[in-house]
């Protein structure tokens, strides 16, 4: 997975040199590590998650509040071919930490019926095993849904409030056996960053390659020089772009650099304090 390079608490000069160069907004989209259905496991990541049994009680949500227009990108890994029916997304605009007891068996329409929830089921082309799905609600209350990265979407439901917080909402149902949440803002990069994991830097011919310029996806650099581009001109070398920011594509050339995995479970387990 790509992560937004963020300072740690180990201290290291080379890391705590990030931390007024960074993008206050980004923090990384994973599922509720606590609040999850009866039937639900979950990698250390926070990112994969499967249900166990029967058909139902898969209901998980994210971590964090997502943002309008924002894209919530699931990849299906597993299907189960001797039930009926699939994943079903949506928003809800109650904080899931305040649900009381266990969560109801289905989102739809257990959860939706409770209030300050939407969601549907998606139609049975979306839900084969290896798609890539994204969908977001728009600043009207729509939802959206689209496959494959594909830029457009395809029209889900409306009413949902966007004058509250909103949390994703995913019901891993029906022949939808497991999925893994994904970060669209590095997705496209990270299987070439994955085979270029020993990429020399462009710059310095010294370190590994390790990071990639935003919002113009430039990859190529090693964090050292990507951060005193991002001081000094602050424009991509290759592109002469604006950088908003500093972001990994390769988790493996971050620790053969010798910097924290900034993704780890602690990291993310802190965020939701």
Known sequence: MGACLSP???GKENVQEL???LDASYSPLFFHPYIKGSQVTMDESCCTVSRTDTFHDGIVFSNRPVELYERVTLKI???DQKWQGGLRVGFTWKDPCLQSGDLPPFVCPNLVAQGKTRACVLPD???EEETII?????SWGCVFCSTNLEAEGSF???GVSVKSPLW??????GRTKAVQLLDPTCLAFQERAEENAVEDCMVCFASQASTMM???HHTGFCSRCSMKIFRTSGCCPLCREAVTKILWVSVLAAQNEGLPNLLGKSERIRSLR
């Open 125 to 127: 082309e979306y839900i």
């Open 214 to 216: 935003f919002p113009c």
């Open 168 to 173: 994703a909402v995913v019901d891993v149902y």
């Open 134 to 138: 994204s969908f977001w609600v728009d």
């Open 77 to 79: 890994l597993q299907e």
């Open 8 to 10: 740690s608490e180990d």
């Open 156 to 158: 889900l439901f409306n």
């Open 19 to 21: 931390e007024c160069s």
